[in-house]
């Protein structure tokens, strides 16, 4: 696991948006794994300048979803269907049949959970998994005590999770829905490279103990130290409470791989 910490959450999406980036361009048929969240919303917006400039062509990749709540139909607009649609796929032209998320309406949700796993081994698996950190410490929909080699599936949603997405449900953490059709922890770990973006003071104590903590199930972004190409990039105010930021910011500042994005004064 690297851990990078940047200025502001401006500079740490940038950042996350430029990885996402130079991966597309080094292959183009790259199977992203997609997040969703105010936490993402910079990192599209800056893909989508980025294909309107001319400088990014994200026609040919493929995305897969961490997740989607069960109930809602991909047309309704608190889905996260409508998100990707609105935030990623219709701005920057990427074709529908490229786009993957599990779908929450099913009627047999366990049957559409391992439909899903097989349309991401059918394309390779997953090239490279976004991510953010959720107030309870999970990644995906992986609540407390989810198995750390879980596959998708349905789980119930934790209140605190309700209460932390109740902005795309006017607020109200009793509609939002009880339950989701989530990747699971060991679907996550098998993508070949994770970057999880962690910004806000709010999730200081979280992202320290999921990255410097021991491994346990009760936190299943823990599971992400047993990753052999995991990133972690997060803003200042979020790696508060870490222990170790004077090593990360001195590998930042020496490893050769890094040296592109340290020239850059917006990153």
Not at 220 to 248: F, M
């Amino acid at each position: 696991m690297e851990i990078i910490i940047r200025p502001t959450p401006a500079h740490a999406a940038k950042l996350v948006a430029r990885l996402v980036a130079n991966r597309v361009r080094a292959k183009p048929e790259l199977v992203l794994g997609c997040a969703t969240g105010r936490t993402m919303d910079p990192v599209y917006a800056e893909l989508v300048a980025a294909h309107r400039s001319g400088g990014l062509d994200l026609s040919r990749i493929t995305t897969f979803n961490l997740d989607e709540y069960v109930g809602l139909a991909p047309d309704d607009e608190r889905s996260y269907h409508h998100y990707m649609r609105t935030h990623l796929f219709e701005p920057v032209g990427l074709a529908p049949e490229r786009t993957n998320l599990p779908n929450g309406s099913a009627h047999d949700l366990a049957g559409e959970a391992r439909a899903y796993e097989a349309r991401i081994a059918a394309h390779g698996g997953i090239d490279l998994q976004l991510l953010g950190l959720g107030v309870t410490g999970h990644i995906g929909f992986n609540e407390p005590l989810s198995s750390l080699m879980s596959r998708t599936r349905e789980k119930a949603l934790a209140p605190e999770t309700r209460q932390q997405n109740a902005g795309l449900f006017g607020g109200d953490a009793e509609a939002v829905p009880k339950r989701a059709l989530t990747m699971g922890v060991g679907t996550i770990l098998d993508a070949r490279e994770i970057v999880m973006l962690v910004t806000g003071e709010t999730k200081a104590d979280v992202l320290a103990a999921a990255t410097e903590g021991p491994i346990t199930a009760r936190i299943s972004a823990t599971a992400l130290q047993l990753h052999p190409r995991c990133i972690v990039v997060a803003d200042e105010a979020a790696a508060r409470s870490l222990e170790g930021t004077s090593y990360y910011r001195f590998l930042y500042a020496e490893e050769p791989e890094w040296a592109p994005y340290r020239d850059d004064p917006e990153l």
